[in-house]
């Protein structure tokens, strides 16, 4: 996706969490984040709204903390998230395609790398806030469900942070069937190695429409949303092993 879908997706994804949020409450638990309630889940993704546009407005080349989570609570602690998301996306709207600052994750440039890593972060929690509401949760599109699972097999577990690793080399394949989308990854005690191919053979296959193993992958959706096939136990062990989280 280029960076103006992304920044699109973005708009309409935090859009989207405030209003679930507000259907549901602030103290209502969020039960794919066990222990939060609704007032967690704002406290945090706009405390990373705020510092994620920090960069993109006042340039920072290195590593800058985020400030800390508001004392706010109700309406008031709504309207603070509101506020963040629509800076976020302004000054993505209205950054210079050669912006420069930090970026941690490689990306063509760091305005494509913040604008894809707000727009998925802003999706998941998202999902998070419709699943606290209850009802029907809102489907990703294909193309947005293959890039983030882009983005979290081909960089976020392409770090020494990731945390999936066996003792032998294993293999899990990631089949999206409504886009033709294959990954595969190679497992081993070393950092996780995905190619975009289904060559060969593979210990355990993952698959199912994008959206679907897209919300799998992120733990937002449980294994039974997707069709496996093979060893299902490295299914969970990424399952036990994959969870991305923000220190």
């Known amino acids: 996706m280029d960076t103006a879908e992304l920044i699109n997706a973005l708009d309409r994804e935090g859009r989207l969490l405030a209003e679930a949020a507000a259907a549901a409450g602030p103290e209502a638990p969020v039960p794919t984040c066990p222990g939060w309630q609704i007032r967690d889940l704002l406290r945090h993704t706009g405390t990373v709204h705020r510092w994620a546009t920090t960069y993109i407005a006042e340039g920072h080349t290195a590593f800058h903390p985020s400030g800390a989570e508001p004392d706010l609570d109700g309406?008031?602690?709504?309207?603070?998230?509101?506020e963040g998301h629509r800076a976020?996306?302004?000054a993505l709207t209205g950054a210079p395609k050669?912006?420069?600052?930090?970026?941690?994750?490689?990306a063509p440039s760091p305005l494509a790398f913040w604008a894809r890593r707000q727009a998925h972060e802003t999706a998941v929690h998202r999902v998070d806030?419709?699943?606290?509401?209850?009802?029907?949760?809102?489907?990703?599109?294909?193309?947005?469900?293959?890039?983030?699972?882009?983005?979290?097999?081909?960089?976020?577990?392409?770090?020494?942070?990731?945390?999936?690793?066996t003792r032998t080399p294993r293999t899990l394949r990631v089949r999206a069937t409504d886009t033709g989308a294959v990954w595969t990854v190679h497992l081993s005690d070393g950092v996780p190695r995905t190619v975009r191919d289904d060559d060969g053979p593979a210990d355990c296959e993952l698959s199912?429409?994008?959206?679907?193993?897209?919300?799998t992958l992120w733990n937002r959706r449980s294994l039974s949303s997707v069709?496996?096939?093979?060893?299902?136990s490295l299914a969970e062990l990424w399952r036990a092993n994959s969870a991305i989280t923000w220190s």
């Open 75 to 82: 309406d008031e602690l709504l309207d603070w998230f509101r």
């Open 208 to 215: 199912g429409p994008a959206h679907e193993v897209y919300l």
């Open 98 to 106: 050669d912006l420069e600052c930090w970026q941690f994750m490689p």
């Open 88 to 90: 976020l996306v302004d």
């Open 227 to 232: 069709a496996l096939a093979g060893d299902a």
């Open 129 to 165: 806030a419709e699943s606290a509401r209850g009802g029907r949760l809102t489907t990703p599109e294909p193309d947005f469900a293959v890039d983030g699972i882009d983005e979290l097999l081909l960089a976020f577990h392409a770090r020494e942070k990731s945390r999936v690793r």
